[in-house]
């Protein structure tokens, strides 16, 4: 809530997207702590089937379930007397950005949509092996539809020493590591587990599909340089030149990684700087 919040008024809202992994405490809700301070109502909760909301079965990363969980945090915002439901938009990180681009195309309650080091995660599970993936995910239905227990895997190395023992040395895969889990943002219900079976869907989906033609929100995408594997750069680029959107912009944090733009102040302070008034300028015009 913004800081003097008076329920009898209404307000600009924010709804804000976490990444896949991640839950509401992280990166999602600083960033959500930080608009309520310029004066929106922000709203970051964790997806189905992850931190502190229910579903089952545990720790599936579903991009369809992913995409409607925005769609009923907007119908919920709707409920509110105090949010003006005209003055919606959304914000979503690293995968979450891809989910809120994905959101937009069907969802035009909402008005203007930014993302932040925002990835198409089919494209980065694509890019995987991604046949042997589905051969593995087909084994294991199988194997559970016979009793086996639901099989579990890690998002990330459990650590530094553990990714360098298993030879990755990639900029991303160690910020992540960094991020989530040491003290710098662990959080502990965002305990690095995935159910191995959501590899199939994440595979199968593409979130920047039909953007050409039904993405026309204003659209603020930031990125930094400093590039991984995770591929947010990249796909930054490849949503500004796919998006119908006639405002569109997109914006380098100079010397940023992936994560630098999950907390570090100074890339963060440099992503609110272009945030704030670009929700202020969008959202506001009915």
Known sequence: ???????????????????GGS??????????????????IALAY??????????DPRYFEDPTSRVEDIRYAVDYLTTLNFVDRNHIGLLGICAGGGYAANAALKERRIKAVATISGVNIGRAFREANFLETLEAVSTQRSAEASGAEPMITNWTPNSSEEAKQAGISDLDMLGAINYYRTPR??????????????????????????????????????????????????DGFDLYKKAASKNKKIHIVNGSGHYDLYDKPEA???????????????ILQK
Do not use: W
């Not at 992280?26 to 301070?37: D, E, I, P, S």
């Not at 964790?46 to 579903?55: K, W």
């Not at 502990?188 to 869907?201: D, E, G, I, Q, R």
């Not at 039909?210 to 995770?230: C, H, N, R």
């Open 185 to 234: 943002g662990e959080f502990p219900t965002s305990n690095n587990k995935l159910l191995f079976a959501s590899m199939a869907n994440l595979t199968m989906f593409d979130a920047f599909h039909l953007a050409e033609f039904l993405l026309t929100q204003p659209l603020l995408i930031i990125v930094g340089d400093k590039v991984g594997s995770f591929g947010s750069y990249r």
């Open 23 to 40: 839950v509401k405490e992280q990166t999602a809700g600083l960033y959500a702590g930080k608009l309520a301070q310029k004066g929106f």
């Open 1 to 19: 809530m913004p800081d003097n919040f008076d329920e009898t008024q209404n307000y600009p809202a924010i709804v804000c997207v976490h990444p």
């Open 46 to 55: 964790d997806a189905s089937f992850q931190g502190e909301s229910g579903g």
């Open 268 to 282: 963060t302070a440099e992503a609110l700087d272009k945030l704030v008034p670009f929700f202020q300028e969008n």
